[in-house]
């Protein structure tokens, strides 16, 4: 098992950059998977990135291509989401994800199997 907490959100305006991280203790962090998805009100929570368990491999979302990128540390138990060029549509509250079955990136919210309890990142115009 793995404990997972997010920490780094904030309140920037459009344009700027902010990062977000995500520690994890427990089990060997090399084991998983790791992920990051966002949810804002009243919506679905989505995927944003992801990295495989070497981080050799990442996938991004569509809408966050090219501005946002993800990567970890297995050495300090880390996995960080860089974000340049915000946008106000990207306020929302960011989670991260882990799940030590496959090697990953893994895409959907339904393959990880543990979650952060998240960190509010508010873009103004």
Not at 73 to 100: G, H, I, R, W
Not at 120 to 125: E, Y
């Amino acid at each position: 098992q793995v404990q997972l907490v997010e920490s780094g959100g904030g309140l920037v305006q459009a344009g700027d950059s902010l990062s977000v991280s995500c520690a994890a203790s427990g089990r060997t962090f090399s084991v998983y998977a790791m992920g990051w998805f966002r949810q804002a009100p009243g919506k679905e929570r989505e995927f944003v990135a992801a990295i495989s368990r070497t981080g050799r491999t990442t996938r991004y979302a569509d809408s966050v291509k090219g501005r946002f990128t993800i990567a970890r540390d297995n050495a300090e138990n880390t996995v960080l989401l860089q974000m340049n060029s915000l946008k106000p549509e990207d306020t929302a509250v960011y989670y991260c994800a882990a799940d030590s079955r496959w090697l990953g990136p893994l895409m959907s919210r339904h393959e990880y199997s543990y979650w952060g309890q998240g960190t509010q990142v508010t873009v103004s115009s």
